[in-house]
């Protein structure tokens, strides 16, 4: 496994939820031999002699409490998991998992009991003299002081983890950091280039599954290496699959015995799922899917699909506060450019359809695609316009009321007609 690809992994928040406590019980382990070590270290006399009965009772109580809150953490861990996948989708399951006041607590709870047992076990088998006793008498006090801020920050993240605000938060700064990202470096750190070179050979992909992630350093260096040129044909979100061309490789001839295939293979990390890093429209995705859950007859809360309306206009609009434009990074790379009309419509449109009946959503919408032809660029501009009137043809097939129709007619008309007039 490569850098890149461990990295990846450990990232992965279904990684992150074992791997933080297992690293948290090393340490845990480390802290109540470290009074073992110092007692032979530090003289005897020094330091103040700690009874062992105190010891005892204080690391009972740690053992005996924190089992239990970790154990009720867990299941309140997997229930807001299962809140946010009946209320707002299955894909936004990820950042849930991924909160890191919770990770943290569930670590420190586990780490705090094992640190309890290992040590209460040192010292019932007497590693432990008069020095010994009194530096884990103070590792314990540190011990508990951190075990209650952890519980107060704990029971403030109880108050909103798996609630939809929460949930539609965490979705917002995911898609907005890629969409930050997007805007910096189009192309990744490469060139942006809309057709392919006029020589090449096709590199494709030899498994079906989503491209989560390019390691575009790795394939830099491949191409300095073999002194080729890399057109890659595919970007973060799509459906790869054997026989999609993933990039071309111009003038192989140029170094044919250091041409590593499997090596620019392995640059695509594909999986069965999506991933938010490095894929601007996956976040509008699955804000969209909040909406059109929020629609359906089951649940009929047209509030909760405005919210996440109002979100994806939010991340759309350009606010200024992206870093400047990234230089070019990677010269022997060229990188397809996403379609920006893709962000309007695979956002907006599946909430125009389910939501074409629904007055109150349908003004809305047009409202805040009038916003998104304001505050962003021409592409998307367009994009957005054409998205308004799409989505009152479909309303005006599924509006009932004709005054619901006019009235429609009316907001749309004063909200695009100069923007109309304008192009």
Known sequence: ???????????????????????GSV?????????AVGNRLIPTGLLPDIDRSTLDNLLGV????MLGVATFSLSIMVAAFSSAAAGASPRAIQLVAGDTDTQNAITTFISAFIYAIIAN???????????????????????????????????????VLGRMENTLAKLETA???????????PGMGALVAHTLPATGVPLRADKLGYLRHIDMQALQDHAVAASVRLHLRVCPGQLAHPGTTLLVVKDPAADASRFDAEGLRGAFVLGDARSFDQDPRFGLIVLSEVAQRALSPAVNDPGTAIAAMNTITRVLVDDGKHPQAESLRFDRLTQIPLNPADFIHQAFDPIARDGAGVPEVQMRMQ??????????DRAVAMAAHEQAGISMQRALQALVLDRDKAQLRE?????????????
């Open 121 to 159: 076990t040192a010292l019932g088998l007497g590693l432990y003299g008069g020095t010994g006793r009194f530096i884990l008498f103070v590792c314990t006090m540190g011990v508990l002081l951190y075990l209650i801020v952890t519980l107060i920050r704990w029971v403030k993240t109880l108050s």
């Open 1 to 23: 496994m490569s850098v890149y690809r461990a990295l990846i992994w450990l990232k992965s928040p279904d990684n992150r939820l074992w791997v933080k406590p297992a690293l």
């Open 175 to 185: 898609a907005a950091d890629a969409m930050r990202a997007h805007r910096r470096s």
């Open 62 to 65: 740690i053992a005996s409490s």
């Open 367 to 376: 409202k805040l695609l009038s916003i998104i032809a304001k505050g962003c």
């Open 27 to 35: 340490v845990a382990v480390l802290i109540a031999m470290a009074a």
């Open 411 to 423: 907001v749309h008309a004063e909200l695009f007609s100069n923007a109309a007039s304008t192009a």
